[in-house]
Every structure is written in structure tokens, then in C-alpha cells.
């Protein structure tokens, strides 16, 4: 434990570190109420196709079963969804993908109520499935009959199949390609991701005499899930109240609704309560990946190097239902410079709606894609002008005074630092390590990315108990990365006070204070900016009525470690926060509850030098930056790639927690490796070919590099909590570009499509060598 | 539906199972003893890893009926184990866990790995415990958590 109270910058585990190896912890799975039923769903068979009716008379006379939902039981109204209200709770009127929820039951075992869901019959009237983006753009079949007339919250352009589009210029984009010497220009593919979060989506729903429902669920945002219930059920926010026990990890895949919706109408329907937990292969099918994007790429330079244009183009599967695909497109796009200057750019792209689960939120939203192409790019770049791709990379960085695309802030900026960093820890100049094996191609790569910090609303509680100890209520659920021990970390340090002393209460709708959610790497700049600037309101708090008891000025007084108020310099003459707080429990002023609200304002888009249509995010900024190189052997005969080390610098702004960032650094690493080389859900015409983890690889102990070498860049961000910036998806976007680079480097071959499994490596390798 | 009696950390339960009921959901809906997680039902994920005989097996894999004259091991009943406890400090002190959803089997199948050998190599944990998977960690804080704890045993 910290001394003294003092905790910025320590390596303190998570505060629930215990609970969770011995198996307390409680997960939504582990939750059982009273009387309460088991839920399943009858997954859709076919990719598109039209529901003519439904005959539940079997389902309902199995055992134990108590109530079953359909598209029925749904009003016509209740469609809901992030950027275009185009989804229903439930199938409605058609199904468009493969295991796609159709019907839900709750019985009083798991297993009848998985037997009733399967004798629910359907009957279908099959449809032509649309499975690939171009396909869907130019059919005439239709996806969504009545798209043009769904709510939307942002411009999408959307008509026919077409989810979205954006397209963002700047500078003049034909101009700056005549004026360059040379242009590149290269196409890349990239693979639908499962999340595979260890713990698969659930939720437990239960109804109250009143009718007001009550949801446990793993999530990112308690909010959202009230919101898409709302929506879903036609319920208003009020009659809802959603939490959030422990979350078994996300990455994206729990931010949106998964099937809280499902099983609140089960609850409500049944007036029981219900839980429902996915299958591992449920989880697969059900839920959302993510995107495939397919990207085109051009960068106009002068022969010295220096990038003057830029075109990007790109071309996103969307799956069935838009979730957050406009805004993945446009924040991918809005990255496609990356963290360099390039004066003429035009980004524009497409998102198709297909017959597949939807595509969302994961890991790099956007950028992890982007980053593949335009980093794989610049290397190719850097190999025909004969330069050092970190060379090249720094003669084109942004510098400090340099603003986002768009015109937005940066923030702090970390760049030169973490590609030097790397660079020395690698020994890069020294080319790397001689391969191990004689078959063995090995290189060194390099790659570079940037990630945001802040968008959206954020706030925090602070209360102090009547002993001085503190309750911290955020409602930003830590999906395991140890965020709340972060907040709390922030909260301590504001005080004076050790961590042990504050505590923090679990994401509730009816008590926690709004966040959008933990998300977008903007939990510990958001929402530790709530914790921090609440908690100084209580510091002063306490010393308004310290300077009552000690009968001096407010201005004279200073916050003492443990949890002290005293006249400064004059350390003896002080009061405790628990008699200041008794005081004004019992007599004067009432108890010190705090709280700090605010929304993220530094515009995205200046429109006096960039124009951007269809880009659906407002407000956005303060970024974090990374640097990667690896070290890869290519086994020449089976063309398998194996990472042997990494080093992985992140600006991070500020480390409130050391111990914490580099597991985010870590984590996200080895997750982009897998991303890079291992992973890819594969359809067998409009199935899922590999749902299940025996035939959907994640990297495993002895797939993991030998070492990973995290580096901590702290460049001090001017908006953030004591400085810090996000951590949480940086450390994962520029790592399939680092090791497609190192694989070309080895003198493998340059892959150009994602993952890098070892048969394409070897047939690359084998085509490179016919050409030549 | 036949009874059966189950030896769970050294408490015999006299239960009624279907005999297809597996141990995993004996375990969680019939003891409460949800510390053993359900990650895939299939014998791939490892968060079900509990000690049958001193064997960390799949609790998603083992029929309860097949366990009657066996003792089983779950995390609960680590509680007061040596090694147990070494790990738990060492994974808690090193950030060997995020999310935590995988921890209770790592746990077990490293508590069995140190039981059987307490002084693995580098490369004997990678391997001994490769058939857990963790999302989170990218695993190299587990692997120093695990040497930490075996040192720690061996002072």
C-alpha cells in the first residue's frame, strides 16, 4: 500500500484483485434470484428471408416452460439502435442473418428452455441473401424495405443497401497530387474479429409489482443499456434501472445492447425473473464482430520524402443492422492521416448492409483497420525511396502545434518520444536478431498510430461518509482493466487520503451519476476528470468548515495527509475529515456530496478548412500515440510467423497506475497479434463456419511473444486528470501494421490482407518469387 | 435421474443429476459454487478448471454421475491451500488478471502445475497452462505471477 496516502503513479493491483481469483467475484451468471426462470433463444437458420408465422403451441406445452416472446409481441414502433433505429428486440417481420434472435423463452431450467426454443416453429419465406458489401450495393433485394423512413441521429446518407457514408477533405487533394514527385498507391483487405471476451453475453431482468424492470447485465455503459431497452421495450428511462455487476471482459462487444432487450421482455412477460446467458457459439453468431474493411490507399510524396497528398477510400461490411458502423467508418476515416502532417487529403467511404451479424464497436473502432493499411503503406513507401521507415515516419510527424485533421486539438503529443524510445529498446539500427531456425526469415518492424482521448458526457459523486471515508459513484463499469481502481486512485490523491478510504459503489442507472460509458480510451480522461474535479469541490468543502472549527480563513488552510485539514504550516492546528464530517451530519451544513459534470467540447471539424459529410461525431480530441516494433521469424517452409518480442511505447499522458497501463499494453498487443495472424471468423456461404473456440483460434500461452516490453511515454496532457490520457485501444492499433511490416522486412513478403496465416504468408512468399 | 454422492472440497453432497447433467452445472445451479466459470462449454477455455483427484480436468467435460468416487477440487476450496494462496498474492501483486473471468481455473491448473513442480521454467508454465485462455493479460504478467509465487515457496 501506498504511504501516507499518496497514490499517483503507484503500481496498486486492482481492488478487487482477490475477489476475483478466489472466485467471489460475481458475475451476471453467477446471479440467482428467487423463483427464478432460465431463458433461451431460437436462432434464425436462414440469412434473409420473411417470417410468416409463428406456432408456439408445442414450445408451450413442454415442461416448465412459462412464457415466449416473438416479434409479435413487439410494437411496430419499438425499433432501436445506435445511429439509425433499424433493429427490433426480436426478429420482426424478417430475419436478416443467420442466428439472429427470432424467439425467446423462459422456462425453470436452462435445459428446458433451451428444448421449448427449439420446437418454437417459424415458418419462412426465403429471401436472396446479400453476403458481400458489393453485392448488397448493387442488388435490388433490399436488406431494410423502409430504411429511408428510420430515425437517424446523424447525416448517413443511407438509401437502398447503403448503411452510411462520409467523406471528409482537406487541403485540395488534386492539387497536392500534381504537385508531388511519386505516388503510391495499395489495396488491403481486412477480417471480420470475434471479441471473445472470456465471459459470453447475459443479463438477468426482473419485474417489480409496479412493473418497473430491473437489468443486471455486463456492459460498458449502464446508460445505453437503459437506453436501448427504452427504446426496444417502449418503456421510458424511469421504469428502468440497469447495473452492471463484475463484466467478464468486452473490448467493444458489450457497449451496444446485446440481449438485455430479450430479456427484459421475457421478464416482463412471465412477471418472473429470468436470466439468460449465451452459448459460447450463441455468443459468436448472435452478437457483432468486427468490421471487414476493404481500403484503398494513395499517398502523393516528394522524392525527400515529404507526404503531400492523400486519397483513402473505403469500403466496410456493415452485417445487418447499422449499430455503430457510421461512426466506426468515420472515425476511421477521420484517422486516415494518422499522426502526420499531409496537407491535401480526401477520405471517403461506404458501409453496406449485409446478411450478416451486425458489425460494431471493437477494440480500435475503425483505426485498428486503418492503421493496417496506412502504416503497412508508408513502409512500402519507405522500401522504394530506398529510406529508414522510422526515418521517413519522423520527417512527416505531426509536431506539438500541430492540429487533428479537421482542425481539432491534439492535446499533448508524446510522438517523437515513444518512436525514439522504441527504436533504442529494439537496438532497430542493429537490423535485429539473426533467425533461429535455418528455415527462419527474421526482421524487425515498425509501425505508428494515435487514438483519442475525449468525446461525449461524463460525471462523478463524491460523497463523504459520516467517519470521513469516501463513496466514489461513477457509473463507468471497470469491464477489467482496473479503471475503478484508477478512479479511485484519483479520488485518494485529490484527498490526501490512502485508497483503502474511498470506495466505490457498482454502476447503477438509479444511483451512479451519467457517463456515456467506458469506452473509445476515454474512461480514465473523462471520467477521471469527473472524479478528480468533484473531489476538489469536496476539498473545498472541507475546508469551509475546517476554517469554522479552527476559526480562520478558508485561504489559510491546506489538506493534510490521512484525511486532515490544517492551517498550512502550522500542522498541529488541524481537524479530521471525520469531525468535520460528523459536524455536518449532525449540526451544521449537511453532509459533503459533491459531483462534477461536463461534456467534451473541442469540435471536430473546423469547416473554414476541412469539409466533412456524413462524419457523426461532434466533438472528439486529446490523443494518445504509440509506437511498436517487433521482432517476427518466418518459418520459409510453412510460412507460419511467430512474434519473438515486442516493444510497445504508448504516450499515455500521465501513468496514474504504472502496473495498470502496461497490462492494457500488453493485453492489446497480444490481442492485435492475434488480429494479425491467427484470427478470422470464416463464412461458409451465409454461416458461420468456425463459431466455436476449437475452430476460431485466440492466442494462447504459446502463441504469446517471449517478452513484450511495454514503455510508458508521459507527455503531461493539459486537459486530462493530473494529466493523463487514454490507454485502452492504442496499444492494439498499430500492431498488425508492426508485424506485416517485420514480415516484409524479413524478406518474406508483403501481405496485404488480414490474418497473416501461414499459408497466405507462404503462397505471398511464393507468388513474390515467381514474379521475380 | 439417479443420486449420486459428490466429494466437493472434502464435503460429500447426496444430489439428484440427470446423467447428462455435467459437473460444471452441478457445481454453479445445484452447490452455488459459481467460482467455476462456463467461458465454452466445450473443453477449450480452461475457466471451468477444477481438480478431480488432483488432476485439473474440465468441469464442462465431467459428467457429475462419473465423479462419485472421486474428490473434487474447486476454487472455493483453495481457500486455505499453501500454494493456492502464494498464487493468489502473486497474480494479485504482478496484475496477473483483468476481467478475472479466466483467474479461478488459472488458479487451479497453476496451483496443480507448483503442486507437481515446484520450480517450473519459463517454459514449463507457457506450457503447462496453455490450455487456459485469457483476452486480457496477453498472458506475460501470469507467467511472472506463477515464478513470483513458486520463489515465494521456495523461501
Not at chain 1, 457523426?616 to 518466418?634: L, M, R, T
Request: glycine share 10%.
Amino acid at each position: 500500500m501506498s504511504k501516507g496516502g499518496r497514490t499517483l503513479g503507484e503500481r496498486l493491483p486492482q481492488g478487487n484483485a482477490r475477489e476475483k481469483l478466489t472466485g467471489s467475484a460475481q458475475y451476471t451468471a453467477d446471479l440467482y434470484l428467487p423463483g427464478m426462470l432460465h431463458g433461451a433463444i431460437l436462432a434464425s437458420p436462414y440469412p434473409h428471408a420473411r417470417i410468416k408465422g409463428y406456432d408456439l403451441s408445442a414450445a408451450l406445452a413442454m415442461p416448465g416452460v412459462k412464457a415466449i416472446v416473438t416479434g409479435d409481441d413487439l410494437n411496430e414502433s419499438w425499433r432501436f439502435g445506435v445511429f439509425v433505429k433499424d433493429e427490433y428486440a426480436l426478429a420482426k417481420g424478417k430475419v436478416l442473418y443467420v442466428g439472429q434472435p427470432v424467439a425467446a423463452v423462459a422456462a425453470d431450467t436452462e435445459v428446458q428452455a433451451r428444448a421449448a426454443a427449439a420446437a418454437v416453429h417459424v415458418t419462412y419465406e426465403q429471401i436472396p441473401a446479400l453476403l458481400t458489401p458489393e453485392a448488397a450495393l448493387e442488388s435490388e433485394v433490399r436488406l431494410h424495405d423502409k430504411l429511408e423512413e428510420y430515425e437517424t441521429v446523424c447525416d448517413t446518407g443511407g438509401h437502398g443497401n447503403l448503411c452510411s457514408r462520409t467523406d471528409i477533405r482537406e487541403g485540395d487533394v488534386d492539387k497536392g497530387f500534381r504537385e508531388c514527385d511519386l505516388v503510391f498507391e495499395h489495396r488491403f483487405e481486412t477480417q471480420a474479429q470475434a471479441h471473445v471476451a472470456l465471459e459470453p453475453c447475459a443479463a438477468l431482468a426482473q419485474v417489480d409489482s409496479g412493473g418497473r424492470v430491473t437489468i443486471w447485465s455486463p456492459c460498458q455503459s449502464v446508460f445505453r443499456v437503459q437506453a436501448f431497452v427504452s427504446e426496444a421495450l417502449g418503456l421510458s428511462m424511469s421504469r428502468l434501472r440497469c447495473l452492471s455487476p463484475h463484466v467478464g471482459g468486452s473490448f467493444g462487444l458489450k457497449f451496444e445492447a446485446h440481449i438485455q432487450p430479450i430479456v427484459a421482455a421475457l421478464a416482463m412477460k412471465s412477471r418472473r425473473a429470468v436470466k439468460l446467458v449465451l452459448s459460447r457459439e450463441e455468443d459468436f453468431e448472435m452478437v457483432r464482430a468486427r468490421h471487414p474493411f476493404s481500403i484503398r490507399v494513395k499517398t502523393g510524396v516528394r522524392r525527400d520524402g515529404t507526404f503531400v497528398a492523400r486519397e483513402v477510400e473505403a469500403l466496410v461490411d456493415g452485417g445487418a443492422y447499422a449499430d455503430d458502423s457510421p461512426s466506426v467508418l468515420g472515425v476511421a476515416l477521420f484517422k486516415a492521416r494518422g499522426p502526420y502532417r499531409i496537407p491535401h487529403v480526401h477520405f471517403h467511404g461506404r458501409v453496406a448492409y449485409t446478411n450478416k451479424l451486425r458489425f460494431g464497436a471493437f477494440r480500435g473502432f475503425g483505426n485498428a483497420q486503418m492503421t493496417f493499411a496506412t502504416e503497412s503503406h508508408i513502409d512500402e513507401i519507405a522500401s522504394a525511396l530506398k529510406m529508414d521507415p522510422i526515418e521517413l515516419r519522423l520527417k512527416n510527424i505531426m509536431r506539438s502545434e500541430d492540429a487533428w485533421l479537421g482542425g481539432g486539438i491534439s492535446g499533448s503529443n508524446g510522438l517523437k518520444q515513444c518512436i525514439e524510445e522504441v527504436r533504442r529498446a529494439s537496438a532497430w539500427q542493429q537490423g535485429g536478431p539473426k533467425p533461429a531456425s535455418s528455415s527462419g526469415k527474421r526482421g524487425l518492424g515498425f509501425a505508428l498510430a494515435a487514438h483519442q482521448s475525449g468525446f461525449l458526457a461524463s460525471s462523478a459523486i463524491i460523497r463523504l461518509l459520516e467517519d470521513g471515508t469516501v463513496v466514489l459513484n461513477s457509473s463507468v463499469p471497470d469491464l477489467g482493466q482496473g479503471s475503478t481502481t484508477v478512479l479511485r486512485q484519483l479520488c485518494a490523491e485529490v484527498l490526501r487520503i490512502p485508497i483503502g478510504n474511498v470506495t466505490s459503489a457498482i454502476p447503477d442507472t438509479d444511483g451512479s451519476s451519467y457517463d456515456w460509458g467506458a469506452g473509445g480510451s476515454r474512461l480514465t480522461f473523462m471520467a477521471g476528470r469527473s472524479v478528480v474535479e468533484a473531489s476538489q469541490r469536496v476539498a473545498d468543502r472541507l475546508k469551509q468548515h475546517a476554517a469554522e472549527i479552527l476559526e480562520c480563513s478558508p485561504a489559510d488552510l491546506e489538506l493534510l495527509e490521512g484525511g486532515f485539514v490544517a492551517v498550512k504550516g502550522v500542522p498541529q492546528r488541524r481537524t479530521s475529515y471525520r469531525e468535520i464530517s460528523t459536524r455536518c451530519h449532525w449540526h451544521s451544513g449537511g453532509p459533503i456530496i459533491e459531483s462534477h459534470s461536463w461534456v467534451y467540447r473541442h469540435p471536430a471539424i473546423d469547416s473554414r478548412t476541412t469539409s466533412a459529410v456524413g462524419f457523426p461525431i461532434s466533438d472528439i480530441g486529446n490523443y494518445s500515440f504509440s509506437a511498436v516494433v517487433v521482432d517476427v521469424e518466418v518459418d520459409s517452409v510453412t510460412g507460419k510467423t511467430q512474434v519473438r518480442s515486442a516493444w510497445a511505447a504508448c504516450d499515455v499522458g500521465r501513468a496514474i497506475n504504472p502496473m495498470l497501463v502496461e497490462g492494457q499494453i500488453e493485453g492489446a498487443f497480444v490481442q492485435g497479434m492475434g488480429y494479425a495472424l491467427l484470427e478470422e471468423m470464416v463464412w461458409d456461404g451465409a454461416r458461420i463456419a468456425n463459431p466455436t473456440l476449437m475452430d476460431y483460434k485466440i492466442p494462447t500461452f504459446k502463441e504469446a511473444p517471449d517478452r513484450i516490453y511495454p514503455i510508458i511515454v508521459e507527455s503531461g496532457d493539459p486537459d486530462g486528470p493530473f494529466g493523463a490520457k487514454g490507454v485502452g485501444e492504442i496499444g492494439l492499433v498499430p500492431v498488425a501494421a508492426a508485424i506485416a511490416n517485420a514480415v516484409r522486412r524479413a524478406g518474406a513478403a508483403r501481405i496485404f490482407h488480414l490474418p497473416m496465416t501461414a499459408e497466405r504468408v507462404l503462397n505471398a512468399m511464393h507468388g513474390a518469387e515467381d514474379q521475380d | 435421474m439417479g443420486e449420486v454422492t459428490l466429494n466437493i472440497n472434502g464435503t460429500a453432497y447426496s444430489i439428484a443429476v440427470p446423467s447428462t447433467e455435467t459437473l460444471l452445472t452441478t457445481l454453479r445451479d445445484r452447490l452455488g459454487l459459481t467460482g467455476t466459470k462456463r467461458g465454452c462449454n466445450q473443453g477449450v477455455c480452461g475457466a471451468c478448471t477444477v481438480a478431480i483427484d488432483d488432476v485439473p480436468m474440465r468441469a464442462c467435460l465431467s459428467l457429475s454421475a462419473n465423479c462419485a468416487r472421486a474428490g473434487v477440487r474447486t476454487i472455493e476450496g483453495y481457500e486455505s491451500d499453501r500454494i493456492a494462496s502464494a498464487l493468489v498474492s502473486a497474480f494479485e501483486r504482478g496484475a496477473a488478471l483483468q476481467c478475472g473471468f479466466c483467474s479461478p481455473g488459472m488458479i487451479v491448473v497453476a496451483r496443480e502445475l507448483l503442486a507437481r513442480n515446484p520450480t517450473p521454467s519459463e517454459t514449463q508454465i507457457r506450457e503447462g497452462l496453455a490450455g487456459n485462455l485469457c483476452r486480457c493479460t496477453g498472458y506475460q504478467k501470469i507467467v511472472s505471477a506463477v515464478l513470483a509465487a513458486a520463489d515465494e515457496l521456495q523461501r
